[in-house]
């Protein structure tokens, strides 16, 4: 079982991605007093597009060892599980890696500042863009849901297409082909 994983940011303030005003007048963004967040942990199947998420309100150690216990939950039948991630210290933390040791899980770690590799940054981009930006939510709770939702509502075809995993030079198609074949 090969996974990507990652997690993203969500503020209550949106991210203004676009925005029109006449010609010399400033735009209006309503905004409340508040930038609460959350976190969306999130991993996706590069073979079949399932995909995991979690809400959580921090991006720790703690809650990336949540988010482990929940992958493990979800695949439970499988063997080792194997997770393309990044070197977030939630990642690295030591009992994060003691933990994942435990549940069967092995980190693959994918080279710093290099997003375009990892499947689940691609959908939290295409989430953001369209459930997250130019608009505030009522609450960051809304928000979280409203996200979760967005991306497992996404059937397997489109989760592909979204996460650039469709590409004919998806750069791990030969790997998962040959090392993860369907079971």
């Not at 508040?34 to 921090?58: C, E, M, Q, S, Y």
Request: glycine share 4%; with cysteine.
């Amino acid at each position: 079982m090969l996974l990507c994983c990652d997690w993203t940011l969500l503020r209550l303030f949106p991210p203004l991605r676009a925005a029109w005003a006449l010609k010399g007048t400033q735009a209006t963004v309503p905004i409340t007093g508040a930038n609460a967040k959350r976190v969306l942990f999130g991993a996706i199947d590069l073979r079949t597009a399932h995909r995991v998420v979690l809400v959580r309100p921090r991006a720790g150690a703690a809650d990336a060892q949540v988010f482990l216990r929940e992958v493990r939950r979800r695949y439970r039948a499988a063997g080792t599980i194997w997770l393309l991630a990044d070197r977030a210290s939630a990642h690295t933390a030591a009992r994060t890696q003691m933990l994942a040791a435990a549940l069967g899980i092995r980190f693959l770690w994918l080279p710093k500042q290099a997003p375009e590799l990892n499947a689940m940054d691609q959908l939290w981009r295409e989430l953001k863009r369209l459930i997250a930006a130019n608009r505030q939510a009522t609450s960051v709770n809304a928000l979280a849901s409203d996200a979760a939702d967005w991306v497992l509502g996404l059937t397997p075809q489109q989760a592909c297409r979204k996460a650039g995993m469709a590409s004919k030079h998806f750069w791990l198609r030969n790997l998962i082909e040959d090392f993860w074949p369907p079971t």
